[in-house]
């Protein structure tokens, strides 16, 4: 059982450049995050989803973009990528539970723009 | 704004010490939680408390949630090596859940 897996764990890019960082599970979870963490900051959150073909924003939404074609992928993507993101990116899915639901959450991607 | 507060942010005890580690709102969730995150990993939860005043406990670690449901804290008896991590509270909507920055415990032995 591969949990909730993140592709690349590393990259580089240039200002400008965009990239998509990719995230799926296995669990069949209904809920899927994107978070950063920054030091000194915690988490915070990018965008989520609570099932196929919805998606909403989170605390720091701007400069990302995700979609859900599928209950396992949730990519995120940069469209334009600054220094500012440069950062180390979680994705973490959830059972679909009004309240308590815990979060699994992959390895981490992590990130730098030059 | 974080609207959950944790202090402190670092701490650095002996094998053996106690400590606690504190997390605090102005605002009332609905549960809290708590996550443990090792270098170069994601976090994993510990616990989640719902009812105000509860206590829970899991092996040498003790959480509580304040009566009013806006703040919680971790208490680590004889703390070991292995405690050695970032403690992370987390609380909100479980479809918005927002985290606090995090306290930084080392034990040493």
């Known amino acids: 059982n591969a949990g909730v897996t993140q592709t690349p764990k590393f990259q580089v890019l240039k200002t400008g450049q965009s990239m998509t960082l990719q995230c799926a599970q296995d669990m069949n979870h209904e809920y899927m995050s994107w978070y950063r963490q920054d030091p000194g900051m915690g988490l915070r959150l990018i965008h989520y989803?609570?099932?196929?073909?919805?998606?909403d924003q989170g605390e720091v939404p701007n400069g990302y973009n995700v979609s859900r074609s599928t209950t396992e992928d949730f990519p995120l993507r940069l469209l334009s990528a600054a220094p500012s993101q440069t950062s180390v990116y979680f994705c973490a899915s959830s059972y679909s539970r009004p309240r308590g639901g815990e979060l699994f959450f992959g390895e981490g991607s992590r990130l730098t723009v030059l | 704004t974080q609207l959950l507060e944790q202090s402190p942010q670092f701490l650095s005890i002996q094998e053996g010490e106690n400590l606690t580690v504190y997390c605090n709102s102005s605002?009332?969730?609905?549960?809290l939680q708590w996550y443990r995150q090792e270098p170069g990993e994601g976090p994993v939860l510990l616990v989640t408390v719902v009812t105000g005043g509860e206590v829970k406990k899991l092996k040498r670690l003790t959480f509580q949630f304040g009566d009013a449901r806006k703040d919680s804290s971790l208490h680590i008896t004889a703390a070991q090596p292995g405690d050695t991590g970032l403690y992370l509270c987390a609380g909100g909507n479980w479809g918005k859940l927002q985290f606090g920055a995090g306290t930084q415990v080392v034990v040493t032995p």
């Open positions: 989803s609570v099932g196929a073909g919805i998606t």
């Open positions: 605002s009332v969730f609905s549960s």
